[in-house]
């Protein structure tokens, strides 16, 4: 969770995207202060548990369910701090309807990394990897 990522973008997680096997567990790490980590309710497997992580507190979830997980950092979620997990190769979508409600910058953003999953995840991580 950082102010500004790699690429000079503000206000993003790094990596925004990760691919993992159901059962990995991924660590969401304030890097910067001011950020959490939290599920976007109705952008999850509906069999998953959602989460919500303190602000400026490390959190580290384990995910079983197949499917995509879109997730946020509340404070800047106008800005368009979003994050994507894509578990497994199988699962449900998310939902274009549910992006159309999410802010202007942040459905950009979550539009953005459903497209490089679609397109194979340019930047594919393991679990082991840290999204900050």
Request: with cysteine; proline share 6%.
């Amino acid at each position: 969770m950082l102010n500004k990522d790699s690429e000079g973008r503000t206000m993003q997680f790094e990596p925004a995207f990760l691919k993992i096997e159901p059962g990995d567990s991924v660590t969401f790490v304030a890097s910067d202060k001011g950020h959490n980590s939290e599920s976007i309710l109705e952008m999850i497997p509906a069999e998953a548990d959602p989460w919500k992580g303190k602000i400026n507190e490390e959190i580290t979830i384990t995910y079983d369910q197949e499917g995509f997980y879109a997730f946020k950092c509340q404070p800047h979620l106008g800005l368009g701090m979003v994050g994507l997990l894509q578990v497994g190769d199988n699962g449900p979508q998310i939902d274009a309807e549910e992006i159309d409600k999410l802010p202007g910058r942040a459905a950009a953003r979550l539009a953005e990394l459903i497209a490089q999953a679609d397109q194979g995840g340019e930047e594919q991580h393991s679990a082991d990897d840290r999204p900050q």
